[in-house]
């Protein structure tokens, strides 16, 4: 079984899903060639690395309402979330903040494609409206206590913060409780053996 095959049982998703992942799969192999979306010695391992990674994210968010994703790049976890909630989570709206505007185009050709629906802020995330978001999302993006401030600005009353972690989460947790105060939940992570999924709510500054 091919890494895309399992990752597909794994996901558990329609044929339209996956067609949908199939031609992003292809978008992000052609035009990564020109931008740098992912590390090119990531893309081999795409599905795992890229996809089941940004998938996991979606299990752990809210089933309607506004999600955001800052720092979306070349699509994680937000877009992956996106493709994924067109036929589980219709009620989800999403909401992408890329400063790139290469990217933006990169990502907008993907909806295009993808027939999916999202809007595309071609903007820094600090020089946007406060949006009042259900859920906000990142991946590698900026040390937890700078993603806290972003989550603080633009999250409604209620709503949660997904932030994809490598090894160094414990230490980011400890370094962000010196400014703020929230209630966190840790998930391992399904990719990545030392990394974690924080969910976190009921942010405010210390």
């Not at 558990?12 to 031609?23: F, G, K, N």
């Not at 999202?118 to 206590?145: G, K, Y």
Request: one cysteine or more; proline letters at 4%; charged letters at 25%.
């Amino acid at each position: 079984m091919t890494a895309r095959e399992e990752v597909l049982v794994r996901l558990d998703v329609s044929r339209e899903t996956c067609q949908r992942l199939d031609t992003y799969a292809a978008l992000l192999a052609k035009w990564n060639k020109a931008i740098n979306l992912v590390a090119p010695a990531t893309l081999p391992d795409l599905w795992r690395r890229h996809f089941l990674d940004s998938a996991q994210v979606l299990q752990h968010g809210p089933t309607s309402g506004l999600w955001l994703d800052i720092g979306t790049g070349g699509g994680f976890p937000g877009l992956v979330c996106a493709i994924l909630a067109a036929d589980s989570r219709p009620e989800l709206t999403f909401e992408f903040v890329e400063s790139d505007q290469r990217k933006c185009t990169f990502l907008a050709t993907v909806l295009r494609e993808t027939g999916i629906t999202a809007s595309i802020h071609s903007a820094r995330v600090e020089a946007l409206e406060p949006r009042r978001a259900q859920a906000l999302s990142a991946r590698a993006l900026a040390p937890l206590t700078a993603l806290l401030d972003h989550a603080e600005r633009h999250l409604a009353r209620g709503g949660i913060a997904l932030f994809l972690k490598g090894a160094q989460h414990d230490a980011e947790l400890a370094k962000a409780l010196e400014k703020w105060a929230f209630d966190v939940q840790k998930h391992p992570s399904e990719t990545d053996p030392t990394g974690a999924l924080l969910t976190i709510g009921n942010i405010t500054r210390v």
